[in-house]
């Protein structure tokens, strides 16, 4: 079984995670937790500093973290986005085309699934936040 | 049509082996049902009252006939010898093993087709104009778009877990045969004045329990940055649409909520921010998928003229066939309602017959429509009496088209958990009364629509009369509906006052038929008068 999935090479960051109003009343923290209904353009003007943001699924039928994600990578963040919570084995390949680099599930993957998982797609017909090119990029390169 | 290239199969050819590895885990009780529930939802499989159910995607309602066999094979390998077309352009299969499912899903695969995004809260099979490429009065053909937004929706990283289903439907002419405007995003392709092609785009529309009409939110999108700006609507829905209730979840409720100016001007934010981003197909993607919808060698200089000297083909031909761009060409209608009949349902041998006679008599092209037809798009005029005898002898002769007896109906309480009252036997004596008194004869356009809850499946917002299935203290109850419409003048139905039981509903509708037939004036359909004279009369006769 798994309890984390990671796919960065830096070392991971120990600070704990704190809410997005605590973090932007206290700008020196490193590590910030988004919550489905914050808005993770707050974050913005803070990324230099931020190395690790975890993005919580309380329920895995709550699709804004996605969109959190996609987001923070397309502002040009760098550093760790973790997904934590109820997150299963069927949405890791989405969540790594969001631009998840690390996963911390409230139940542990089986290493087997989560590695089908993360192989299912042989290609991607959008481009998104990973560096997989599309199809469409494919058809006319 | 559209065909797959090896990177379209292996796409589907994937997610079949998805779905078989979810389903055994399932088995082997490695994922909750609540785990498996949206991953089979997101590949068409209901768990309705008797057994599963199977939505299979018809992209744009456009098939070829080795696919309509294929689905003939699945009704009688896998269900009871029947297939249901649906008002989405689908099909459904209503008896499924939940082990069958990933086979089935692989026949589908070696006919180019999937069952992928057809439920669950997602983006869903792209519906259009079931006349597309055929029709004289469009502009464009509006499929390649649709097709180029099927790719750009089918596994979205981001939006496979919206606060709700989202459906997505394209047209490209005047006339609006695909109730364009409600749905979650509308599209019309438009011309601008500088003669340039683009999207007008209306959001927010829906039927439901809150049924609402899409206002545009943009009327020009150029055609380069449909995939941005369609990406930026759906990214506004899914961080801001409501997740606290479901009933308040579809996008309709956020444009009403926050106002069609505000919601537009979100888009317009992230559209901005999203062009900077490189997502948007090269405009050489939707010239290659345009390749794909060329006309059909049709043949140059045929007669338009007909022998109309065998009265029922003549009444068949004024009512089920519609005019095609080509001289010498007819679009033919294929009634899925005969009288007393279940609306939308045909049988292996009949979905066989209708591959047969497509590929016959049509380019090898069939259409299904939201109605619950099929549409043989390409007729050649002087070959409608030969088909039209073939249907005949099939029972799929039934003039009826947007007539009283083509009737849309969901699939009620026989099938449906959701449902509060059965819909299919309503309709089924309607559709025989009127037969029988001979009134449907006089009654010309009138369409006629019955959902079994208000989810609004069967589409009672949107019939010129419609019936609404409630439940009534433990018992069935019908409310009935006066002046919707899905056209261009789209409007919403008006309930007239108390409902009825099942014989009731019946006798209603002939009271607010007699009302239309006493005072209509010359040239008027049933709209038109319910609209001229407004409700009161109707509420007099059925309940002075």
Excluded at chain 1, 21 to 42: H, L
């Amino acid at each position: 079984m798994v309890d984390i999935l990671r796919f960065r090479d830096d070392e991971p960051v120990s600070d704990p995670a704190v809410t997005v109003d605590a973090f932007v009343d206290q700008t020196n923290a490193a590590a910030v937790r988004i919550e489905p209904g914050d808005d993770a353009r707050a974050l913005l003007p803070f990324l230099e500093q931020l190395r690790l943001v975890e993005v919580n699924f309380p329920s895995f039928g709550d699709g804004r973290g996605y969109s959190s994600a996609r987001i923070l990578r397309e502002a040009g963040y760098d550093g760790e986005l973790r997904a934590v919570g109820d997150v299963l084995v069927d949405q890791l390949s989405h969540m790594r085309r969001c631009g998840f680099d690390s996963f911390v599930p409230d139940k542990p993957f089986d290493a087997e699934d989560a590695e089908a998982a993360l192989q299912r797609w042989p290609e991607v017909y959008q481009a998104a936040a990973d560096e997989r090119r599309p199809i469409w990029a494919k058809r006319h390169g | 049509m559209y065909r797959y290239d090896h990177y379209d199969q292996a796409m589907v050819d994937a997610r079949v082996e998805e779905f078989r590895d979810q389903t055994r885990r399932r088995l082997e009780g490695k994922l909750t049902e609540d785990q498996f529930k949206p991953l089979r939802l997101q590949n068409g499989l209901y768990l309705q009252l008797h057994a599963y159910m199977l939505r299979v995607a018809v992209p744009y309602g456009t098939l070829n006939s080795a696919q309509m066999h294929v689905l003939a094979d699945i009704a009688d390998k896998y269900d009871r010898g029947y297939g249901h077309f649906t008002t989405r352009q689908n099909i459904q299969y209503n008896w499924i093993r939940l082990e069958d499912a990933p086979d089935i899903l692989a026949d589908l695969a070696t006919v180019e087709m999937h069952a992928i995004q057809t439920s669950g809260n997602c983006i869903r099979n792209i519906s259009s104009d079931q006349y597309a490429g055929a029709t004289a009065d469009e502009l464009v053909d509006p499929r390649p778009y649709a097709e180029l937004l099927r790719q750009w929706s089918s596994f979205h990283p981001e939006f496979l877990t919206l606060p709700r289903k989202f459906k997505i439907c394209v047209i490209a002419s005047e006339t609006d045969r695909a109730a364009m405007k409600l749905h979650d995003i509308g599209i019309r392709i438009v011309r601008n004045e500088a003669g340039e092609l683009g999207a007008a785009f209306y959001a927010g529309g829906g039927m439901g329990r809150t049924p609402m009409i899409a206002p545009c939110i943009r009327e020009f999108v150029p055609l380069d940055q449909l995939i941005t700006y369609s990406e930026a609507c759906l990214r506004v829905y899914n961080r801001y649409g409501r997740r606290d209730n479901k009933y308040k979840a579809r996008i309709k409720i956020l444009v009403h909520e926050l106002g069609k100016d505000e919601y537009a001007r979100q888009v317009e934010e992230e559209f901005a921010h999203l062009q900077t981003q490189g997502i948007e197909p090269p405009i050489a993607e939707l010239e290659r998928i345009k390749t794909y919808f060329a006309d059909p060698p049709f043949e140059a200089g045929l007669p338009d003229d007909l022998d109309r000297s065998d009265p029922d083909f003549a009444v068949w031909l004024d009512r089920n066939t519609h005019p095609h761009k080509q001289p010498g060409y007819a679009i033919a209608v294929i009634s899925l309602k005969p009288v007393g009949g279940i609306p939308g349902d045909a049988s292996a041998a009949q979905i066989h017959l209708m591959a047969d006679l497509a590929k016959e008599y049509s380019f090898d092209e069939l259409r299904v429509t939201h109605a619950q037809n099929i549409v043989l798009p390409h007729v050649r005029k002087a070959d409608l009496h030969a088909l039209w005898r073939r249907l005949e002898e099939a029972g799929l002769a039934t003039p009826n088209l947007d007539r009283i007896g083509d009737i849309i109906a969901c699939p009620g309480l026989d099938y449906c958990s959701l449902a509060n009252a059965r819909s299919i036997p309503v309709a089924q004596k309607i559709s025989k009364r009127f037969a029988e008194t001979g009134k449907d004869e006089e009654l010309g356009e009138l369409k006629l629509k019955i959902s079994g809850c208000i989810n609004a499946c069967g589409h009672h917002h949107a019939g010129h009369i419609g019936i609404l299935g409630v439940d009534k203290k433990g018992t069935e109850n019908y409310q009935l509906l006066l002046g919707g419409c899905e056209g261009d003048d789209t409007s919403l139905g008006k309930i007239t006052g108390p409902g009825f039981d099942e014989d009731g509903i019946v006798n209603a509708v002939e009271k607010a038929t007699d009302v239309y037939l006493a005072r209509r004036e010359e040239g008027e359909r049933f709209l038109d008068t319910y609209r001229r004279i407004g409700m009161e009369p109707f509420k007099e006769a059925l309940y002075g």
